[in-house]
């Protein structure tokens, strides 16, 4: 049976009785308006835990604009109908006072993997993301934590902030799941329109394109590029805010095939941002 919690105290108790009896606890962070991409988080911590907390918090701190927070979907009641049938011991749901109590004055900033892309196109962003989630993973002392790779600088800074702070809390990436016509899924799919819905999947042909012309040889990198940028324009994308090969860790930008690389892309197209990433690994 699923328990709806929504204050910091009632969390705790039910952590403290479960690591009584020495049960481990995975813990799938989200700020609702759940698809498929958080219910697969969701089973892989309910296959690998034994017990399962799944939070659903409207990080105020990570939004850009009070506009962005506000337009941003809540969708509770549905969010946890999704849940209940997947064994899902606790749906972890405070308001903003339970997480920022009057006074509130304290922030964890990741330096070098949080700059660029998201963190230059979004200040302040990653700091909102790594003070909730370090807040999260202190109220519910999680063994695991669950992340898509979809957000996958996000990812990074968030192991980074765990091996920098000695937080116990083992981090596991999960593949980003895909509508059968290769779009990532993501809660801004909704909000495309018809058009830019049937246009949206060139962001991943030309992001795969580019990755296989990258690592047969058959253009250098900077040509792979500049061809996925002009598909994008072609496609009704624009802005491209940002399509680069960096290391998969740091985030620099990185050529390096011996390197564990990443493709990632930020784009707008009918008025929606979308982001995606893959991996580009060498044809052995
Ligand atoms: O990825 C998200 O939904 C959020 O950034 C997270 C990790 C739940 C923190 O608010």
Avoid at 139 to 164: C, I, N, P, S
Avoid at 229 to 247: I, K, M, R, S
Wanted: with cysteine; proline share 6%; glycine share 6%.
């Amino acid at each position: 049976m699923t328990k709806l919690i929504a204050t910091v105290f009632d969390l705790r108790q039910h952590v403290a009785i479960w690591k009584a009896k020495g049960e481990t606890l995975g813990l799938v962070p989200t700020m609702g308006a759940l698809h498929a991409g958080h219910l697969s988080l969701v089973r892989a911590a309910r296959a690998a835990c034994d017990r399962v907390i799944v939070t659903i918090f409207i990080n105020p701190t990570q939004f850009n604009s009070p506009q962005d927070l506000a337009a941003y979907p809540r969708t509770e009641a549905a969010d946890v109908a999704l849940l209940a049938p997947l064994g899902v011991d606790v749906i972890f749901a405070p308001p903003p006072d339970q997480v920022y109590p009057t006074g509130f004055s304290s922030q964890i900033t990741v330096s070098g993997v949080a700059d660029p892309l998201e963190g230059a196109l979004r200040p302040g962003h990653f700091a909102g993301v790594a003070t909730v989630v370090a807040k999260l993973f202190g109220m519910t002392q999680a063994d695991r934590a669950y992340f898509g790779e979809k957000d996958w600088q996000q990812l990074q800074v968030v192991r980074r902030m765990v091996t920098d702070l000695n937080i116990k809390t083992e981090v596991i990436g999960c593949a980003t799941l895909r509508e059968t016509d290769g779009l990532a899924m993501s809660s801004r799919n909704a909000r495309l329109s018809a058009q830019a819905r049937s246009a949206a999947p060139a962001l991943y042909a030309a992001m795969t394109a580019a990755a296989s012309a990258i690592t047969t040889g058959r253009l250098s990198s900077d040509m792979a590029l500049k061809a996925a940028e002009n598909a994008l324009h072609q496609a009704g994308f624009a802005p491209v805010e940002y399509l680069v090969l960096c290391d998969g860790e740091t985030l620099q930008p990185s050529t390096d095939l011996k390197r564990p690389l990443r493709l990632l892309a930020a784009a707008w197209i009918g008025g929606v941002r979308l982001i995606d990433n893959i991996a580009v690994t060498p044809v052995s």
